[in-house]
């Protein structure tokens, strides 16, 4: 079947949670010509490194995996606080790039910032095709239904998530070990060599 690219847009609380959650899944998204925005709702300020150090290595991140990057203006740990606004801000994104397919934090997660993120993003994305969650270091009961083999993006995956310097070298949640294991955990349950796994929200099948 001929593949029409589409518009996908990845949501992210902080800067490298698009990339630990489904980096490599982005990756696929590019090589297969698809255009790829990563939104990302704070900048990370009550998290280890320097704002504005996390800002460069969220920008190189993107770079890396080829897609456009845009910033939302949230206070990090409190996104919950501003909910209509979140709503609106992933909503506007959407709309102005005709958005088809939808990534997300999943909604059972114990991070506040992720579990907001999560449930606007389904708000947001009501009229989109395609909306799925993805999982996080602190998601808990996640259980995925649909993989995405990435196997042949997993070093620009991990070169991606390396970008964020700071977090890989002060974050417990961010160990690339871990990221490996992970994908090939998901592989080995979507009999593949590395996989990211998701939970759909919707997905229409082009058939």
Known sequence: MLHLPKTVLAVGSHPDDIELGCGGTLARHVARGDRVIMLVITKGQAGPGDVAARIIEQEH?????????????????????????????????????????????????????????????LGAARHCQQVLTYESPSSYGFSPRVFVDISSAMDKKAAALRCHGSQVADSAMVCLDAVHSQAGYRGFQSRVGSAEGFVPHRIVLEV
Do not use: C, F, K, M
Request: cysteine-free; glycine content about 6%; aromatic content about 4%.
């Open 61 to 121: 991140a993107a770079a890396t995996l080829g897609a456009e990057l845009v910033w939302g203006d949230l206070p990090d740990g409190r996104v919950s606080n501003h909910e209509l606004h979140l709503v609106h801000l992933i909503e506007s994104v959407i709309r102005a790039n005709r958005v088809q397919v939808v990534y997300t934090h999943g909604v059972e997660d114990t991070h506040q910032d992720h579990r907001a993120v999560a449930l606007a993003t």
